[in-house]
């Protein structure tokens, strides 16, 4: 007769003389043969596991086709049974069936039997586990159906925070999840490199700290050029009046450090604190009686008198041919391009200097100015002094002359 330990809606009561039952399907027997050595007269208790199934038969037929049929089994194609003789007969029966297994970014059905161990499985993947990588399941569990494996990399990451370089032992992820499981936390705007970047064996990413300070410079104010008519000079003749004068001011950065180096910074407040005065500069207006115009004295005592009459004072007088340019823009001094601002060689005439500049016979008059701009003609010596004009045609008239520069007291 028949006994389980656990009942299967299947099972049907059978007489003594059950008749045999052909098995529809191919199965693997492994560990003996359909019949057995055991005395077919004495009835012996064998064992049929199926899975968690456990059932005990009572017969004195063990082949193994009797075994199932009795135990009302059923096998199908793949399916494998082991079969072991000592005292008794046991039949494990496998069931064919496909895992699950996901490492390295992919996942793949691997063919298995119940029973078989999850090391096995991965063997047959084709997964090797290294190190600290972690399975979901212990390597020696035997499967059943339903099992999936997963493997998760353990990878060895060097974080290097303010000059100092850790290694940290990390899960699979990326850069910013690793240092979550680091246990490093980062604060306010403080960022890693390669944040996004799936982590590796060898690794190296960086914390970088953001910082904010404010930093306050002085700066200059630059003068305005304030130009006023007048009828006491010819047309196209310029004198300066007052002499601009830069002023200063005090401007506040908010700077944007990241581990210390200054990545970027705003200005968020400027004072005045030493106004700028403007440069007056006459602009003549009365018509040329001719072509060439002149009022400049000039004495050997080391003092000229200009368009005006006044007498003024020079300490070097330099004659040596002049050309002239036009088209704004900014100085080399970081002054904007002006009549009255003209362009020397700073070795010989430094910049800021202020000079008066006429033909060497006084007949034509460019006028009051500063050496405030250079160019290539200057530093070479092909030309003594470029004389800013504010128009082409101004400038094309000029051409290029011998003129006499005097640098005044």
């Not at 700073?346 to 100015?369: E, H, T, W």
Request: with cysteine; net charge negative.
């Amino acid at each position: 007769m028949q006994q389980k330990k656990n009942t299967n809606p299947k099972t049907k009561l059978r007489s003594s003389l059950r008749q045999t039952i052909a098995v529809a399907a191919t199965i693997t027997v492994i560990g003996g043969s359909m019949a057995t050595g055991i005395a077919a007269s004495i009835p012996v208790v064998s064992t049929v596991i199926d899975g968690e199934q456990v059932y005990t038969v009572r017969t004195n037929r063990v082949d193994t086709k009797t075994l199932l049929d009795i135990a009302d089994v059923e096998c199908s194609e793949g399916d494998i049974i082991e079969r072991t003789e000592n005292d008794s007969v046991t039949l494990v029966v496998k069931r064919a069936m496909q895992v699950p297994v996901t490492a390295d970014g992919e996942t793949m059905e691997i063919p298995a039997h119940t029973g078989d161990t999850a090391s096995q499985v991965l063997q047959k993947a084709g997964v090797a586990l290294d190190g600290d990588d972690i399975l979901n399941v212990p390597q020696d569990q035997p499967l059943q159906a339903g099992a999936d494996l997963s493997v998760t990399r353990v990878h060895t990451v060097y974080v290097i925070d303010q000059g100092v370089a850790r290694a940290y032992s990390v899960k699979e992820g990326t850069a910013a999840q690793s240092l979550a499981q680091a246990g490093l936390q980062l604060e306010g705007e403080d960022t890693v490199s390669r944040a996004q970047e799936p982590v590796y064996d060898g690794m190296v990413v960086h914390v970088n700290h953001v910082t904010y300070q404010e930093v306050q410079r002085t700066e200059t104010v630059a003068y305005q050029v304030v130009e006023t008519q007048t009828s006491d000079l010819y047309q196209g003749h310029t004198q300066v009046k007052n002499y601009g004068k830069d002023g200063e001011k005090t401007v506040t950065y908010r700077q944007r450090l990241v581990n210390g180096e200054v990545e970027s910074e705003e200005k968020i407040e400027e004072t005045v604190t030493v106004e700028p005065v403007n440069q007056e500069v006459l602009v003549g207006t009365k018509a040329k009686p001719s072509a060439v115009a002149s009022s400049v004295t000039i004495t050997p005592e080391g003092t000229l008198q200009d368009a005006n009459g006044n007498t003024i004072q020079y300490k070097q007088k330099l004659v040596g041919y002049c050309a002239a340019y036009t088209g704004g823009g900014i100085t080399s001094t970081g002054k904007p391009a002006a009549v009255g601002r003209v362009a020397v060689n700073p070795n010989i005439i430094p910049y800021g200097s202020k000079l008066y500049i006429c033909s060497p016979d006084g007949s034509i008059v460019y006028g009051y100015a500063e050496a405030a701009d250079t160019g290539g003609g200057l530093m070479s010596g092909r030309i003594l002094c470029d004389l800013y004009m504010d128009t082409l045609s101004e400038c094309r008239n000029f051409g290029k002359r011998q003129m006499a520069v005097y640098i005044l007291e």
